[in-house]
């Protein structure tokens, strides 16, 4: 781990540059830059827009931009980019064109992995959640194949995360799986086959508010690992009321931002559960009035959550101690790494200390 406390991983979204669906859906030119752009304050204190510093308004479409990224991770101990994938069956993918590059060109240098976002494309990026754009299917083994080898190629690359010599493969919603123990024999079976000696498969523990897990079959579906994923926010009853009172009112929900140890207390108590991080969370540019926000995010108080992270991993294989980021580059969800109009670069160098401490 190059003396590191722990192997950052940084998820990363695509969807910086435009495609003929989303400019069908939400108009010409259509990428993530457009909510984050346009989005003002809905409540006192409410801090929006979040725009970008160092790296601009970049375009995926550009190797230059992927490639400017690449450095200011490594420079700041990212280990990998996690970039989210989409297959909704028989073939059908959306905004592929980014990584596909990275494994053709062999550029960035900076490792990465892929995240199954195994979920229904919806109306969310413009608040309209109810209206479906493209429906997450799953036909069945046949399928599995060709999901599977349409992506060994990126298994094979020299650059691809491992953990013990096995290519890492991370599920963002296990729980929605028809037979998530049949996906795991059927995908670490194609893995033996293909001569990787299996997968590092990682299932999604979502837990956004401490209300309980969605998923809880890490175990008994064979998944390698589960994230623990829950937002650092301040929930108790009287946050909650406060909660209901401002969505009867038409605004977003808001809590806290939250340093409480007690956010970790799931993952010390499960050795097979890894932590994942939030600099913040802002998805009021997506979702308006209908999104959630933690006030009173800054580098400092993320520096307290690194450090509590980091100490769940203790006494872990070097291998293992894997520390997931939300995320790179979600700017329109608010909870990003690369440098900002407010705070420079200090997100990543916040992170960057806790990881050489």
Known sequence: ????????????????????????????????????????PLFRGHEQPHLPADLG?????????REAQSALALEHGVEAFCYWHYWFGQGSRILERPFTEVVATGEPSIKFCLGWANQSWTGIWHDAAN?????????????????????????????????????????????????????????????????????????????????????VGVDDDGFDSGVYVRLPATVTPATTLRMRVRRKLGGPEAYPYSTDPALWD??????????????????????????????????????????????????????????????????????????DLAYGREWLETLADGLRS
Not at 155 to 164: M, Q
Not at 292 to 319: M, Q, Y
């Open 1 to 40: 781990m190059s003396g590191l406390a722990a192997r950052a991983i940084a998820f990363y979204l695509p969807q910086y540059h435009p495609i003929p669906e989303n400019n069908s859906w939400w108009g010409p030119g259509f990428t993530e830059w457009t909510n984050a752009a346009k989005a003002r």
């Open 57 to 65: 308004f970049y375009d995926l479409r550009l190797p230059e931009a």
């Open 131 to 215: 209206r479906v754009l493209r429906e997450q299917t799953y036909p069945g083994p046949e399928d599995d194949r060709a999901h599977f080898d349409a992506i060994l190629p990126a298994f094979r690359d020299e650059r691809y995360l491992r953990v013990d010599g096995k290519p890492v493969f991370y599920v963002f919603r296990p729980e929605e799986l028809p037979d998530a123990r049949a996906f795991v024999d059927r995908w670490q079976a194609m893995a033996v086959e293909a001569g990787l000696g299996g997968l590092y498969l990682v299932a999604e523990v979502s837990d956004l508010l401490g209300r309980g897990p969605k998923y």
């Open 266 to 339: 799931a993952v010390r108590a499960d050795p097979k559960l890894q932590p994942s991080l939030y600099p913040n969370w802002d998805n009021t540019p997506r979702s308006g009035a209908r999104g959630l926000v933690l006030t009173g995010s800054e580098p400092t108080r993320f520096a307290e959550n690194v450090e509590h992270a980091i100490g769940t991993l203790e006494g872990r294989p070097d291998e293992e101690r894997l520390l997931w980021i939300k995320s790179w580059n979600e700017w329109a969800e608010g909870n990003y790494l690369e440098p």
